[in-house]
């Protein structure tokens, strides 16, 4: 299968489009959900809990660990027979019951619950058209992440204060700032963005122990902040608290290794507990990341390669700093460093090891007065990325990937089969992001949208869009235009499986239900068919990344987040993240309800500028005919004209 043949790509090609996309796989999903509601298609009377095979039927209640309230969330249940080994798989509905038809045999029961242990009963099936009541308590995982509980959004009153305050930060007005800082605090006080602000603000003050408090807030509530993990680690260096600093910055070059600064002060702590080698190559990472602007890291490499025995190539980096940077207020420090060494230079070289100890010590430089102030930044503008964050699975839970990837597959493949056209009111909102992650533009469209898919020949797909109004590339918003189709969903058709390392993390939970959650990357030895970008007539094929959360007893994909595998430095685009969410809503007409997108977000950073847009649909309007009454419909790929810059 190709499906880039059959998509039509301008820049950036992937904004609103692709979310329709999944909507027509979510119909597909609609469609057939009955015929796949466990893994391995036994009858589900979960509702009727009345035998239709002759077997007996398991009932099974699950409550929390007082035995009392039922459990608030979906549980996975797995029978095994112990003789034959034959799996039935089920899920717990809303009143968190379930009911498994069992034919003769001994089987284990094991019930399994995000965020607590998994639970195991041995059932003795003797007869037919019977019935066997369960009931099991769980017990909570107290090493496991609660999912009830997440980071405190900053709620609008908090946000303008805050607003106002890094206005005040920015203008060096301390005093105002600390105003407004501490209101949009009183609201929000457990917000990682405010915290950091915070912390920021004592660390201008010179307030360390304050700077460290709201810093560590921050980094805890927000382990991969990148700016206060920085933040704090410099705090640590001004400490002279070397272990915490280097514990803190080790963090931050996890947490976005291309953040030179972070290099650069890893670096001088390793310097300062005579870890030359380490010190040397975060110098010359520092160095390689921040280019011309990361000077600085001189200092560490020069001083790190001094004390590793390379003197000469030291002197010389040492040297090249004063040059190139003439008033640095660490200069006269390199100065006497370098007075130093060429006076140890033109003495008789130690006879011993103890006489080499005895030298005079060379005078130290003070790497954080050549450093630039930390700018105030905070990134929250878009999420972590897909490997920084795993989210939270059932301890212990065997995922049956093979059948969870096999299945959604089908699902997706019934696209092509069902779905001739769908038609939608489409909202976009589009922003352009200020450096510290709040809107510097706002703009907002209202379409009419129509979108086709057609299968010409087998393997081939053809998506066709339409809107309203015949759009050029210039009357969207920044000029980016959004035409044809991204289609991440087909990352999981059976044809194009085989491009991606697909993995099951295990067992995960969205909005109360139990989902599987699955990992996929583009393989670099297969070609990559998913997306493209056309920039001034060239080609551009991506290589994504990504997580779905795939529902444990209909298949469903109720989230979808991808990445970049890597960067593309050749049309300067550093990221792009996609998050798609799905609900279900009714079609009164054809008497179905489909989980159609719910939540579309792009978050995107092209030529150093960041973009933000959200795509909603409403007014949903479903077309399900033959093949050969498929309709055409005109594409609406804009002309090609040149890119802003």
């Known amino acids: 299968m190709n499906p880039r043949r059959a998509v039509r790509v301008a820049f950036p090609g992937f904004l609103a489009a692709l979310f329709l996309l999944h909507l027509l796989a979510a119909f597909a999903l609609g469609q057939r959900a009955d015929a796949f509601n466990n893994i391995n298609s036994t009858t589900n ?9 002759g077997g007996t039927m398991v009932l099974l209640t699950v409550f929390a660990e007082d035995g009392k309230t039922r459990l608030d969330r979906q549980s996975v249940v797995k029978a095994t027979n112990q003789t034959v080994h034959n799996v039935n798989w089920r899920t717990t509905d809303e009143r968190s019951e ?47 992440v609660d999912l009830n509980i997440t980071d405190e959004a900053m709620p609008s ?18 005093k105002d700032a600390r105003k407004r800082l501490d209101a949009a605090y009183k609201l929000a006080p457990s917000n990682p963005d405010l915290n950091y602000l915070l912390g920021y603000l004592f660390y201008q003050q010179k307030d360390l122990v304050q700077a460290q408090s709201y810093l560590t807030t921050a980094a805890n509530r927000s382990p991969h902040y990148v700016q206060a993990l920085t933040l704090l680690g410099r705090v640590g260096l001004m400490q002279q608290d070397y272990p915490m600093a280097t514990a803190t910055l080790e963090k931050a070059v996890d947490a976005d290794s291309d953040y030179w600064m ?42 790190a390669l001094v004390n590793l025995g390379k003197t000469e190539e030291g002197i010389r980096i040492l040297n090249a700093f004063v040059h190139d940077s003439p008033r640095n207020p660490a200069v006269p420090q390199v100065r006497d460093l370098l ?31 050549a450093s630039p102030e930390l700018p105030i930044s905070v990134k929250s503008w878009q999420p972590p990325g ?30 092509v089969d069902d779905v001739s056209r769908i038609a939608a009111i489409e909202h976009l909102l589009h922003q352009r992001m200020d450096e510290m992650g709040n809107p510097a533009t706002r703009e907002t469209r209202d379409y009419d949208y129509v979108v086709s898919v057609t299968e010409d020949k087998p393997g081939f797909l053809a998506v066709d869009e339409n809107r309203s109004e015949r759009l050029t590339r210039f009357d969207f918003p920044d000029e980016i235009a959004t035409s044809g189709f991204a289609a991440l969903a087909l990352v999981f058709h059976p044809s194009m499986q085989e491009n991606f390392e697909m993995n099951c993390e295990g067992l995960g939970r969205w909005h109360g239900q139990a989902a599987w959650l699955v990992h996929f990357k583009q393989r670099e030895d297969r070609p990559a068919r998913i997306q493209d970008y056309r920039v001034g007539g060239q080609i551009y094929s991506l290589r994504l990344k990504g997580r779905a959360w795939i529902t444990a007893d209909k298949f469903q994909i109720v989230r979808i987040e991808s990445e970049l595998v890597s960067p593309l430095p050749n049309i300067q685009l550093r990221s792009e993240q996609q ?67």
Not at 404 to 410: A, L, N, P, R, Y
């Open 45 to 53: 009377s979960t509702r009727s809990y009345e035998s239709h095979n």
């Open 98 to 144: 379930a009911a498994i038809e069992l034919p003769f045999g001994q089987y284990e029961i094991e019930i399994s619950a995000v965020g607590y242990f998994s639970e195991q009963k041995q059932v003795q099936v003797a007869g037919s058209f019977n019935t066997i009541p369960i009931e099991v308590a769980m017990h909570r995982d107290p090493s496991a």
């Open 157 to 174: 009153k908090a946000r303008k204060e805050a607003k106002h305050g890094v206005s005040d930060l920015k203008s060096g007005n301390l």
């Open 262 to 303: 972070a290099h650069n002060l890893l670096a001088d702590a390793y310097l300062k507990q005579k870890k030359y080698e380490l010190a040397r190559q975060q110098a010359e990472l520092a160095i390689a990341k921040g280019k011309a602007g990361a000077g600085t890291a001189n200092l560490a490499l020069g001083q």
């Open 339 to 369: 007075d130093a060494l060429e006076k140890r230079g033109s003495e008789p070289a130690p006879a011993t090891e103890a006489a080499r100890k005895n030298q005079t010590p060379l005078p130290g430089v003070d790497s954080l007065l």
């Open 386 to 415: 897909i490997d920084d964050v795993k989210p939270s699975v059932a301890a212990g839970v065997s995922c049956p990937a093979e059948n969870v990837i096999h299945m959604s597959g089908e699902r997706v493949k019934e696209l």
């Open 579 to 645: 998050v798609v969410e799905y609900g279900p809503i009714r079609f009164q007409e054809k008497n179905v309800e489909l989980w159609l997108p719910m939540k579309a977000e792009i978050y995107l950073d092209f030529r150093k500028r960041r973009y933000f847009r959200s795509h909603s649909f409403d007014h949903y309007m479903l077309f399900s005919v033959n093949s050969e009454e498929k309709p055409k419909i005109p594409s609406t790929e804009p002309a090609e004209k040149p890119l802003p810059n």
